[in-house]
């Protein structure tokens, strides 16, 4: 009887040991942030392993609680990862690869995306004040702010500065934000297409996906979309790429750091791709139809579509190589809506 | 009374008769003494729907603080809503919220832009909600009363209803803080904020006659203002305040012979919201919504039969930012025979024809078989029947998104229902085809059809008495799915309700225990957009005395989590105090 007990006592403590591997850890994979269900619901961290095991509500395993009201912004760093809640206001930083919450910055009324700048902290746009916030690494509290056109929406570090798209919100602008990443303050603004909202850089241009205007109002005042390029440097646009059709209305601008990539509009949309040589706006679509969020790996130039499907539904994610085939599938959650790979 | 007899049959039908049929204006007088056998209840031809007149499984009587979610779930009622006291939807037998129909005074309350309507815009003051086979019926109660509620939600409610010969006056006033501690999704513990409501209503009614025309005037006005509280899953602070103020007006002609009988109805409604959220640099929102209609209705009866002929014209009007141009017209003809054809055994038939704007609907057509047995211990009633519902003003004006290519609704029902001294099981079933959904399209949400909505249901209720114990127990399963095989949101796959009551002189105590299964609260079979099941356990006591009644309510005794809608905790454990006087003297 003792020694079976000791044999069994054995096992247990053989196969709950796992040296050097901390508990609930998820490490190599991609990990999508799903926005939730409409209304009420609250977000989920999706972790999709390079082995193909899932997990639906990775945040959840490690933390015992939620994340809170509508995912909306993604983003990671060598050994963070954060998440933007818009519905919750906050943004919540886990360790990686454990996923455990370290904290969570709040104080925001409507925070939108993030960005790791160059000493460490996040740098948060927020529709709900119009304004970019700067957030300690270490206190996770606003230490600075300033105060954005209307609809702060992508943001993009380049050197010491930080870029804003804006927006808009629910209106239109049409102004790119150069922000000195240091002093936090505004430096310059480069007039784009309408309603810029998403950017990103290759070499030494930045690009802007201006997703245009619906006049809802019947009134007549639609207004077209379009690619922007500007540089760097001299902040001087260099190219303008009208949209095709009148009514598209694009958006998550994405980039492998050879190729763009974009989707056409809001809600279900086909994926665009671009060579940055190329002379005009694409015609037509890449990948056809049913895409929400978009992720492209700059390691593999692998792409992920995020698919809503009907935004109540459990989304799903799906794997193209550069050239075009489907690679692979998982199931996500409700509404996908960004990822991000971690080696 | 013998109700063996002859004269005591006759004088229960009529005793059942006023029953039910009191609060319908369009009900037609009670039929020939000529009739040898035991006459059925009346079955009444309503602008759009048919009522079976089954014997309601529950009453909910009004209370100064409203209907509360308890005692609606309680009745089998689907129920979505928010906070306590602030607005609330009702769906029934696996149906979206805008197939309930509502009747006030004959007439069908719906909000002409969402065709829904809150229940806390309906009128309470003095009426108590039945909930039948086809839907709810509000009927006013024949003694007045004076009702005061509070409870430890910071609530507080007076009731005042004043029935006359010619004349009933009602008015309710009532505010409620609904504060109430919950935990967030962090785990954090807090009083609910922005959930307040305060609401007034007036309530009247004229009756007069001109000759052999009777003439009467009913009408009721409600302010509402509500807090919107924001989700547990959000930091806590005020969400949106909206008002309403609605008014409603009907008014009826009728006259009635030995055979023939004729009536005229005019109604109007007038509706405002207003709408303020501080978010995002405030967001102001108003809408308005007029209804004006004319009901002509005649008929005529002998031996044993009858025919019955129905005309509506209503124009429905919407204004507000978003609605581009909200005015349509919709005419309804309806056609109606009912009668004995052996004894106990009774039957319905009828067509109906919609038409909205210059859509013609289909033909609907609608059939029923009654039987009871002599004694009136057993009874039994098959019904089929079609029914067409047209887009709203919302499907088809709103900005962005309204879709005028919408088709109409199209579904067919059929029902059983046997019922005994001991209880009564009905099953239903039924198809939609061409539900209208609201659903993303491209860069915006926009109603669209859907190729069907397939639901079978049923329900099972019975009661045991014995001395003063007094036991019931009320189940509910339906199973309603659309073509992707996506169960009904906010539809309750499962419920169980078993209320106790003992009594003791003066003295009723009541338990109710209710258990509902876990709910979707969309298409989806993702967990992530399912309320949980839940349990929960009320219990009440009531003194009767000679002039007044006192209860003490303690809902939701367990203190559990309870969820109407994803992210919206509805208070736990609460306890209120209801003081009810009969106002006798008044004369009927």
Redesign the interface.
Known sequence: MKTTLLLIGSAFALWSCEPNKPMNSFQTGLYILNEGAFMGGTATLTHWSDQDSITPDAFFVANARNLGNLGNGLRADGNRIYAVLSGAASLEVMEYPDLVSIGRATGFASPRHAMVLQNGDIALSDWGRNRVYRVSKSSLAIVDSVDAATGPEALLAYQNELWVSCSGGYAIDSTVAIIDASTFDLIATVPVGINPTSMVRMGNSIYVLCSGFTDYSGAGGDRAASLVRIDATTRAVTANYPAVGIADRPTRLQSDGQVLYWIRDGYTGDVMRMDPTALDYPAYPWIGGGVYGLYVDPTTRDVYVLDAKDFQQNGEVRRYSFSGQLISRAEAGVVPTAAVWMP | MNLCSQRGLKAAWLLAITLYGAPLGAQAAPWSDSLTSASLPEVSVLGGRWQTGAKPSVQLPSKPMGWSASALLRSGIDLRQ?GPTGSAWISLDGLPSNHTWIQWEGMALSAADLGIMDLQLLPSAGLSMQRSADGLRLSSDSIGSLSLESSTLGNAGLNLWIPGKTADFGLSARRGLNRYRYNN???DSYWRTGAGTERLEFRSSLRSSIGQIKQSTHFYAVWLEQGLPE?????RRLGAVQQDLRATVIQRQEWNSHRWEWSSMQHAVLANQTYDYP??GGIQDSNRVQTLGIRIQSGYRRSGHSLRSSLDVDRLMAEGPNK?EASILRMQLMLRGEGIVAPMLRYSWGLSQLRQGDELGTLLPFAELQRKSLGQKASWNVKLHRHQRFPTLNDLFW??GGNPELRPERGWESRAKASHRMGSLEAYAGILRDAIFW??????WMPRNVESLRRIGMNLNSTWQRGPWHCQIAAQWVYSINNSV?RMPFVAPFTLNIPLRYQHKKWEFEVFNRLRSATP??????R??WIGPQFQLDASLRWKGQRSSVEFALTNATNQPIYL????PLPGRQLSLTWHCPLTGIAQ
Do not use: C, K
């Open positions: 928010t999704y962090l785990g989700s547990a899953n959000v930091p978010l995002f581009s900005s962005p659903m993303p399209t491209g860069s915006v996506m609260t969309a298409w989806s079979t993702s992530d957009t809608q994803l992210g919206y």
